[in-house]
């Protein structure tokens, strides 16, 4: 039986293992969950998941090994993430049964032509039960010309997955509006005020991200890199940028709050994911500061808990002209970033009149 083998590794590199695949069985189908539990404990606007073929698992790499991962069990899966960076590796049952779902951005590049091994075919639980506003799906709704399907894996009968009810406005102490974020276990917990508008403008950001045109929201923007795609295991991440001032309990330095572990990804650069769901949640960098010296946050957009959908569209202000690191999403997976970005153009045009 002719075979093929794809090689996955975390940023850390902790986590290495390879998989061995009937060539029958390529490419995999590849679908884009949207659920709350995928959003909340990966901290991104969704998951990228492949089942395997029956009986097929990482073939952990020494000395990397299944030791090297944290489980976080929910409703119907263990989800497995690097104890080191935080990276998600895919979902396991919680049934004993070795079946497994994989990230599929992890893997080396798939390649834009016919010989792609993940093959994008749908979004799961897109729907406004589940997101409130469509989440990533309103952005990609085809891909290389193929339209995405949208379905419910669950099988007959049973509930839809659900997004939890709106949360109840958040107050502060002043009757000020905040934003509360919240990974999936509940360890990592915080509110967010509207902007400062002293603050809007960032001192020498690593990428020239505009200031937001409302100054009552904060800018967002997707981010293609490698060094992100590596330490989450998804294909694009998703930030808002705000200052350790707007935070309650405010975010020091150290990043450290509630069940929060960092992992330095290169020089400098700071990362924070929780240590026991393994939801994303922080990134900042030496020098990445406001004008007046403080201290700039980029925060995931996945663990931020609007009451009118996971894009949060009335606190944030969405950069739909382009993502950072735009080449380092071509060269990954082309026909996904391409898709991407025009999606968000079309979306941009259709409800505000310009892509950006």
């Known amino acids: 039986m002719a075979t093929k083998t794809l090689t996955a590794q975390c940023y850390c590199k902790s986590i290495h293992f390879t998989l061995t695949l009937p060539t029958s069985s390529l490419p995999l189908k590849t679908h884009l969950c949207h659920c709350s539990v995928c959003r909340h404990v990966h901290g991104m606007l969704c998951c990228f998941h492949a089942p395997l073929p029956s009986g097929i698992h990482p073939d952990f790499v020494s000395p990397s090994s299944k030791d090297n991962l944290t489980a976080y069990p929910t409703r119907n899966a263990l989800r497995y993430f690097c104890s080191t960076c935080g990276c998600h590796i895919g979902d ?7 079946e497994w779902v994989i990230s599929s951005s992890i893997f080396e590049p798939s390649g834009d032509s016919g010989d792609r091994v993940w093959d994008f075919g749908s979004h799961i ?33 049973e509930p839809t997955p659900q997004a939890p009810p709106p949360p109840e406005p958040v107050k502060g102490r002043d009757g000020e509006d905040r934003l509360l974020a919240q990974c999936h276990c509940g360890g990592i917990s915080f509110t967010i005020s509207r902007p400062d508008p002293s603050k809007l403008a960032l001192h020498e950001p690593l990428q020239k991200i505009p200031s937001a045109r409302d100054p009552a929201k904060y800018r967002a923007s997707i981010d293609f890199c490698d060094e992100c795609r590596l330490q989450t295991g998804t294909h694009i991440t998703a930030w808002t940028f705000v200052a350790a001032s707007a935070t309650s309990p405010r975010i020091p330095p150290s990043l450290q709050i509630g069940t929060a572990k960092t992992y330095q990804s290169s020089p400098g650069v700071l990362r924070a994911f929780c240590s026991v769901c393994g939801a994303s949640v922080f990134y900042t960098t030496a020098g990445k500061t406001f004008e007046d010296g403080e201290l700039q946050l980029d925060v995931m957009v996945g663990v931020l808990r609007a009451p009118e959908g996971v894009r949060a569209e009335k606190w944030l202000d969405w950069n739909l002209g382009s993502g950072s690191y735009e080449k380092d999403g071509e060269n990954f997976d082309k026909v996904f970033a391409d898709a991407v970005r025009e999606g968000m153009r079309r979306w941009g045009l259709e409800k505000n009149g310009e892509g950006s």
């Open 125 to 157: 639980y897109a729907d406004e039960n589940s997101t409130r506003d469509g989440g990533l799906a309103v952005w990609l709704p085809e891909i290389g010309g193929k339209t995405m399907k949208h379905i419910n894996l669950d099988p007959p009968g």
């Open 92 to 98: 396991s049952d919680n049934e004993g049964k070795d």
